[in-house]
């Protein structure tokens, strides 16, 4: 992890920030999110794939938003890419470049599509039928035209856990290819006053470290877009293939440069839009995960800690599957360091286990750390994508804090909530 140092007291820093000093400031659980490694990340794609390929790149937002996350995401020159009315709102909220801003989703609702028109978004990423029917109908009340992108189903099964493929045909997103579907959105948005075809977009799964799975996703798109050449005689502009792109959890994941994914991706459409006689398309992608997944650590306090002999010892800690659901849900596997015991070398076998009152609720199973103590600080790496955003109030518990760390200086980006908070919308 290039954000992660021991300092002269033998503590785990963050972005040269020591971790304990974090826990006491701001209490635990706590996220914090590293400033420099995040705008690393950013500039790696502005290299390798927005400057080298004149490519695009769109922040898929889901895994990790607030104001200040826009705020960096837009000096660095990236797009959004929004899945609901709440994000779409948290970007206009700081006056996001709206034209850098494309808008996903299987069932935006009329209020959402509406507020995204109002806003003037760059792109509106269509999913069904139901909703090239919702867009017509507001268009036409507003008597506006949007620039589009048709979201197909490339009918290929991403390597990653089930409820995170989106790519394989039984799914609910976009339009089938084998069946017509999708010819026959492009049809309907053509013969359409209001929406004008900009690109084909799909997106396969998420946690990928195979790139073979974008160079076959390129060709389904590139055959598609030939189809829509012969058939309509139109010439689509870009081509969208994406987020997804895999990160650093545990042993069993390698670290990647985003150039392993994008060199591939680019060749493959240069190579086959000519030999299909296409116009070279702008590429876009859309990671989340790889940019602030491997940022993003969460600081925790042992608490309880109970050992039943010859079978497991519990550490417990003071968050769990609120702040971060991605064990229980996923079978998600993390790595994690006791910010206080760097250095110390002798380990043991232990379970960390959340505070929710579920079984389930368990954060690390079966891990090597030093023998520890109630009150040390337990840090868990590459929490960065898809926790603070899917965090819940499960057993009422207050979301923790957001601290952003950049290279020896710390601020609070978002607050802890409060019970006040837990109880503010009951009445
Ligand atoms: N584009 C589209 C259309 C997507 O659906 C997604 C993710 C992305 C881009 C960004 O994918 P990424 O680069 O972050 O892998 N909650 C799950 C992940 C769900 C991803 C949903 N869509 C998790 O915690 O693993």
């Known amino acids: 992890y290039n954000s992660l140092a021991i300092n002269e007291k033998g503590n785990l820093t963050i972005s040269n920030v020591d971790a304990v000093k974090l826990a006491k400031n701001y209490g635990t659980p706590l996220y914090v999110v590293d400033e420099v490694e995040i705008i690393r ?34 000096r660095e020159g990236l797009g959004l890419d929004v899945v609901s009315g709440g994000e779409l709102y948290t970007a206009k909220s700081v006056d996001f470049p709206m034209d850098r801003v494309i808008f996903h989703g299987n069932n935006k609702s009329l209020s959402e599509l509406e507020m995204a ?88 799964g998420s946690q990928l470290h195979q790139k073979d799975i974008y160079i076959t996703e390129v060709k389904v798109l590139a055959e598609f877009i030939k189809n829509i050449k012969d058939e309509f005689n139109y010439e689509i502009d870009e081509i969208n293939v994406g987020g997804g792109f895999g990160i650093f959890y545990t042993e069993d994941d390698s670290r990647k440069l985003i150039n392993y994914f994008t060199d591939d991706i680019n060749l493959t459409v240069i190579k086959e839009f000519s030999r299909l006689n296409l116009k070279r398309p702008v590429v876009i ?29 519990y550490i417990s800690i003071d968050g769990g599957m609120a702040d971060n659901p991605r064990p229980p849900l996923y079978g998600a596997k993390y790595l994690a360091l006791i910010a206080n015991k760097i250095t110390q070398l002798e380990e043991e076998l232990v379970t960390i286990s959340g505070k929710c009152c579920e079984s389930g609720d368990i954060l690390i199973k079966d891990i090597m750390l030093p023998k520890v103590e109630s009150g040390d600080i337990l840090v868990v790496l590459s929490t960065g994508a898809y926790n603070y955003s899917m965090a819940s ?22 607050r802890r909530e409060t019970y006040e908070d837990i109880i503010r919308n009951d009445v």
């Open 393 to 414: 109030n499960y057993n009422r518990l207050p979301r923790p804090a957001v601290v952003l760390v950049n290279n020896g200086e710390h601020r609070l980006i978002v």
């Open 41 to 74: 990340r950013c500039r790696e794609i502005k290299q390798n794939h927005m400057d080298k390929y004149s490519g695009r790149a769109v922040y898929a937002s889901k895994a990790f938003l607030n104001k200040e996350m826009c705020r960096i995401i837009n």
């Open 117 to 204: 028109i109002d806003f003037g978004v760059g792109r509106i990423v269509i999913d069904n039928f139901f909703e090239i029917e919702n867009l017509n109908k507001i268009l036409n009340h507003k008597n506006k035209t949007i620039d589009i992108q048709i979201r197909v189903n490339p009918g290929i099964d991403g390597h990653t856990h089930d409820y995170i493929k989106t790519g394989q045909v039984d799914s609910k997103f976009g339009f089938t290819l084998y069946d017509g579907a999708a010819l026959n959105a492009v049809k309907n948005v053509l013969e359409s006053p209001f929406l004008n075809l900009k690109g084909i977009h799909a997106h396969i």
């Open 285 to 313: 992608i859309e990671p989340g995960r790889w940019i602030v997944g491997e940022a993003g650590f969460t600081i925790y306090t042992i608490g309880a800690i109970k050992e039943i002999p010859n079978i497991r010892k």
